[in-house]
């Protein structure tokens, strides 16, 4: 009897889900051990070792060792869910049938009769498996626990169905993953061209817009700072929207679009609609440092550790969040000063050379930018609410 009823169910399938543990069905397979002097760090046959499970190999055999192997020994067949049993418990790799090895012991999968269970159901019972594992310095899966394992199990027909479903989701979530890449390297490639000047934009009567002109980032920005503010002024119920240098670092895209609140007005420094916002310090890497931030809101407090950049005229703040965060990225990182704690102020960078457009064309650059970015996001909240609805699958098929 199973020991619990999954929430959801296809209708045409009314069978009872019956419990078994791992040990009926199957046993524990591995493959022979490989010592390390058998391995080179290239060749004919990848070797996977705990390390390198589902990632690049770092070690290879022969072909010809590989063929005695798989000839005398326990192979995995296509289709087969490798475990690790070592390290990280419970990383799961399909074997695609190419020529691969797998170290022993640490990496191990269920050799079983595919009339009892499928292994295509059999990838979806172990996501949701909570494994025994033996502490030590190194956790590991031993045989003994693997096969005690409690899954439960309807017929082969509902496996398919549920199998085939999930699958469905999965290509899903591989298509929005690949969407993301697609278009954040697509952005990345228009950054390029448009703050190189290899794509220029033209005025609405196709006329062009004017050069851009060379100039200090202190003959086009004034520098302000934030002031005394902490997480122990903000609360809940505040009246006023105020920003940590912290949050500079985690919101995304360049512009601001969530602040947080406090009561007291009288610390931070206000800031002006317009304004462009890079922290002061970091415990990480100079890299940090490099992430400018728009801010199109008068009167969001600022704390502490923030450099605040006023236009000494006019110009698009969104603009020079993407060209200092992206193309000058590394030369503006190469301004930070410390080991321990990275500090850059604007008196070490208000020399660096930046480019000043138009500000029509900065507006232009920005505006197409940002739609970029809307998209992106568009397409990671569609990523997400998939995998969501992924989630709740599992926990309503596999209770």
């Given at each position: 009897?199973?020991?619990?009823?999954?929430?959801?169910?296809?209708?045409?399938?009314?069978?009872?889900?019956?419990?078994?543990?791992?040990?009926?069905?199957?046993?524990?397979?591995?493959?022979?051990?490989?010592?390390?002097?058998?391995?080179?760090?290239?060749?004919?046959?990848?070797?996977?070792?705990?390390?390198?499970?589902?990632?690049?190999?770092?070690?290879?055999?022969?072909?010809?060792?590989?063929?005695?192997?798989?000839?005398?020994?326990?192979?995995?067949?296509?289709?087969?869910?490798?475990?690790?049993?070592?390290?990280?418990?419970?990383?799961?790799?399909?074997?695609?049938?190419?020529?691969?090895?797998?170290?022993?012991?640490?990496?191990?999968?269920?050799?079983?009769?595919?009339?009892?269970?499928?292994?295509?159901?059999?990838?979806?019972?172990?996501?949701?498996?909570?494994?025994?594992?033996?502490?030590?310095?190194?956790?590991?899966?031993?045989?003994?626990?693997?096969?005690?394992?409690?899954?439960?199990?309807?017929?082969?027909?509902?496996?398919?169905?549920?199998?085939?479903?999930?699958?469905?989701?999965?290509?899903?979530?591989?298509?929005?993953?690949?969407?993301?890449?697609?278009?954040?390297?697509?952005?990345?490639?228009?950054?390029?061209?448009?703050?190189?000047?290899?794509?220029r934009f033209t005025r609405p009567d196709g006329s062009h817009f004017p050069v851009w002109q060379e100039k200090?980032?202190?003959?086009?920005?004034?520098?302000?700072?934030?002031?005394?503010?902490?997480?122990?002024?903000?609360?809940?119920?505040?009246?006023?929207?105020?920003?940590?240098?912290?949050?500079?670092?985690?919101?995304?895209?360049?512009?601001?679009?969530?602040?947080?609140?406090?009561?007291?007005?009288?610390?931070?420094?206000?800031?002006?609609?317009?304004?462009?916002?890079?922290?002061?310090?970091?415990?990480?890497?100079?890299?940090?440092?490099?992430?400018?931030?728009?801010?199109?809101?008068?009167?969001?407090?600022?704390?502490?550790?923030?450099?605040i950049l006023r236009f000494k005229e006019t110009g698009s703040s969104i603009f020079y969040a993407y060209y200092?965060?992206?193309?000058?990225?590394?030369?503006?990182?190469?301004?930070?000063?410390?080991?321990?704690?990275?500090?850059?102020?604007?008196?070490?960078?208000?020399?660096?050379?930046?480019?000043?457009?138009?500000?029509?064309?900065?507006?232009?650059?920005?505006?197409?930018?940002?739609?970029?970015?809307?998209?992106?996001?568009?397409?990671?909240?569609?990523?997400?609410?998939?995998?969501?609805?992924?989630?709740?699958?599992?926990?309503?098929?596999?209770?």
């Amino acid at each position: 009897m199973s020991r619990l009823e999954p929430i959801l169910r296809f209708p045409e399938f009314t069978g009872e889900w019956q419990e078994r543990r791992l040990g009926e069905v199957g046993s524990v397979a591995m493959c022979k051990r490989i010592f390390k002097n058998q391995t080179k760090p290239s060749g004919d046959v990848p070797f996977y070792t705990i390390g390198t499970f589902g990632k690049n190999p770092s070690a290879f055999i022969d072909k010809r060792l590989f063929d005695e192997y798989i000839g005398k020994y326990l192979f995995p067949k296509k289709g087969d869910i490798l475990v690790s049993a070592s390290g990280t418990i419970g990383r799961l790799v399909v074997y695609d049938g190419e020529p691969a090895y797998f170290q022993d012991s640490n990496i191990i999968w269920l050799q079983h009769n595919e009339d009892l269970i499928l292994n295509t159901f059999l990838k979806y019972v172990y996501s949701r498996t909570n494994w025994i594992v033996e502490s030590s310095t190194m956790p590991r899966l031993y045989n003994s626990n693997f096969l005690a394992t409690k899954i439960d199990l309807p017929g082969i027909e509902e496996q398919q169905k549920i199998a085939a479903f999930l699958a469905a989701v999965d290509k899903r979530v591989a298509l929005l993953e690949r969407k993301v890449q697609q278009l954040e390297a697509y952005k990345r490639g228009v950054i390029q061209q448009l703050f190189s000047q290899q794509l220029r934009f033209t005025r609405p009567d196709g006329s062009h817009f004017p050069v851009w002109q060379e100039k200090r980032l202190g003959e086009v920005f004034d520098a302000a700072r934030g002031s005394s503010l902490s997480w122990g002024d903000i609360e809940a119920d505040g009246k006023n929207k105020a920003i940590l240098y912290g949050q500079l670092y985690t919101i995304y895209p360049e512009v601001v679009s969530q602040v947080v609140s406090r009561t007291n007005s009288n610390k931070g420094t206000p800031s002006k609609n317009g304004d462009l916002l890079l922290p002061n310090s970091t415990t990480t890497t100079g890299i940090d440092l490099a992430n400018a931030t728009a801010l199109n809101e008068d009167g969001v407090l600022l704390g502490g550790d923030i450099t605040i950049l006023r236009f000494k005229e006019t110009g698009s703040s969104i603009f020079y969040a993407y060209y200092l965060s992206h193309f000058m990225k590394y030369k503006l990182a190469a301004y930070g000063q410390g080991s321990t704690i990275v500090h850059m102020y604007f008196s070490q960078y208000k020399n660096m050379k930046i480019v000043e457009p138009s500000v029509a064309e900065q507006q232009k650059i920005a505006e197409v930018l940002s739609a970029l970015d809307e998209k992106i996001a568009l397409t990671r909240r569609q990523l997400d609410k998939t995998k969501q609805f992924k989630k709740g699958l599992l926990q309503g098929m596999f209770v």
